[in-house]
């Protein structure tokens, strides 16, 4: 039984660059959600996937962000002319639509940092 | 505007002893918490949940408790173990597992077990 993976795990880039993060959830997960988190903060939520509908995105930070989840299987997050302050921990949850405890299950993260 | 907070950004317990963890939130829409715990370099763990209809719920060495008329939850490990030493989220949703919401996390309590 695997969990939740996430590729790259570390990702360094130069200021302007374009990044894109997959994620690979739990197999019959049907949601899938993406959070930030930033030093010395909790994980804050960015977007929202039902199968393969993405269902809220209005939290994502700006216009740069965008994600995708094509056939309801894995997910990518992708940030266009990143800046520095979008240096922070991208991670990535996935849940089933029935969960007993309601409970999201994270993958390890992609640590991104903006040179 | 925090929703969900925890001001204690770190305890310290002697191991064997019990460990309270405290979380205050704002948002009278929520009815669901979940307290989750982290290590370095990994992403949250799920560690137990209560819903806005209990003030109880207990799992082994983990017990936690919701007060809603003071928008009040605790977290409770006893006895405390050196394996408990990491930071501490809690979260809530409005609907069962985030939905289209996501999970709100506060900033976390970095739990330190001393031997």
């Known amino acids: 039984d695997t969990g939740v993976s996430q590729n790259p795990r570390h990702k360094i880039t130069k200021r302007g660059q374009n990044v894109t993060f997959r994620c690979d959830p739990i197999?019959?997960?049907?949601?899938l959600y993406w959070y930030r988190q930033t030093l010395g903060q909790g994980p804050e939520f960015l977007t929202y996937?039902?199968?393969?509908?993405?269902?809220?995105k209005s939290r994502l930070l700006s216009d740069r962000f965008s994600a995708e989840r094509p056939k309801g299987s894995f997910s990518t997050l992708e940030i266009q002319r990143t800046e520095q302050g979008d240096s922070a921990m991208y991670l990535c949850?996935?849940?089933?639509?029935?969960?007993?405890?309601?409970?999201?299950?994270f993958g390890p993260g992609t640590r991104l940092t903006v040179l | 505007d925090q929703q969900v907070k925890q001001n204690s950004p770190s305890l310290s317990v002697q191991e064997g002893r019990i460990s309270i963890l405290n979380c205050d939130y704002t948002?009278?829409?929520?009815?669901?918490f979940l307290w989750y715990k982290k290590y370095p370099a990994e992403g949250p763990t799920f560690l137990i949940s209560?819903?806005?209809?209990?003030d109880k719920n207990e799992d082994g060495r983990f017990t936690v408790f919701l007060n809603k008329s003071a928008k009040h939850l605790s977290l409770h490990i006893v006895p405390s173990q050196p394996g408990d030493s990491a930071v501490y989220f809690c979260?809530?949703?409005?609907?069962?597992?985030?939905?289209?919401?996501?999970?709100?996390f506060g900033k976390g309590t970095h739990l330190i077990i001393q031997p």
């Open positions: 949850a996935s849940s089933p639509l029935a969960g007993l405890d309601g409970e999201q299950f």
């Open positions: 979260a809530a949703s409005q609907a069962r597992g985030g939905g289209a919401d996501g999970l709100t």
């Open positions: 197999s019959e997960h049907n949601r």
């Open positions: 209560i819903s806005s209809i209990k």
């Open positions: 948002n009278s829409m929520f009815d669901y």
């Open positions: 996937f039902q199968n393969e509908a993405q269902l809220e």
